[in-house]
């Protein structure tokens, strides 16, 4: 039996939304719909697709950002859905890694003809673990404390963090999911955003990976996001602690 195709629809229209759901589900497609950017890469963290549905105009984050984003750390098909119809437009979806791009308004008869034969050719290309965003589990929740500089996840022993680790991760913890500019972090950790200060923040993010690789012997969610900066791609909770 052939797996079913599993869609994530990122769109901000609620009655778009609903519509492309109700049309899909009825033709046998299961749909999880978010509303935002954040809610997208929340959903990517904790289940498994082959076909993103994302619109440009969302609130918090241009949908080319996550186009991105979906083509560097997942195999799954991507539909660009905009009113947007420019050339430019266009080749910026493509240049961001969109398989197809639709222009709003769409037939959902046409949309889904577009995921089923799309999500045909990604069940078929790869195993369904392939298209999930990598070494991200789904049941994780990461803690920390600002004020004792620790980072644990779930019920594991506590990792201690550097000043400049603990502003880093503060600044992604603050919106889990959504990805945080890398002039802002040089801003914030180095006072400048020059070459020397972003090859400081590389190293900076590959030792605290290695760090937790070796503590915890799983890997962060500290993603990358191309041409953008980075996220933490899992639920994560902020501890005020005072120290005993």
């Keep these: 039996m052939n ?3 599993k869609v994530l629809l990122v769109e901000d229209d609620p009655d778009l939304r609903d519509s492309v759901v109700e049309w899909m589900e009825i033709h046998g497609t ?4 978010v509303r ?10 904790h289940q498994q697709f082959h076909v993103a549905v994302i619109d440009v105009g969302l ?6 950002v996550l186009a991105e984003y979906t083509r560097a750390n997942t195999r ?5 859905l905009t009113a947007r119809s420019t050339l430019d437009d266009k080749l910026r979806g493509y240049q961001s890694g969109a398989d197809i791009f639709m222009v709003k308004p769409v037939d959902c008869r046409e949309l889904a003809a577009v995921v089923h034969s799309m999500g ?5 290309a790869a195993p369904a673990e392939a298209t999930a965003v990598a070494a991200v589990a789904p049941t994780e929740h990461w803690h920390m404390s600002a004020t004792l500089w620790e980072l644990r996840l779930g019920d594991s022993a506590a990792i201690k963090l550097s000043q400049k680790e603990l502003q880093l991760m503060e600044m992604l913890a603050a919106q889990p999911g959504a990805a945080v500019q890398k002039r802002i972090i ?8 020059d070459y020397s200060s972003s090859r400081s923040l590389d190293t900076l993010v590959r030792r605290l990976r290695a760090k937790i690789v ?3 012997g799983t890997e962060l969610p500290l993603r990358t996001v191309h041409a953008v900066g980075y996220c933490f791609a899992a639920e994560i909770s902020m501890e005020d602690v005072e120290p005993v």
Excluded at 76 to 80: A, E, K, L, T
Excluded at 187 to 192: A, F, H, I, W
């Design 30 to 33: 299961p749909v999880t719909a």
């Design 3 to 5: 797996e079913p195709i």
């Design 186 to 193: 040089l801003t914030r950790l180095y006072q400048r955003d």
């Design 214 to 216: 070796a503590r915890l």
């Design 120 to 124: 045909a050719r990604v069940t078929s």
């Design 36 to 45: 935002n950017a954040a809610e997208f890469y929340q959903a990517l963290s």
């Design 59 to 64: 609130p918090d984050q241009e949908g080319y």
């Design 76 to 80: 799954m098909g991507i539909i660009i």
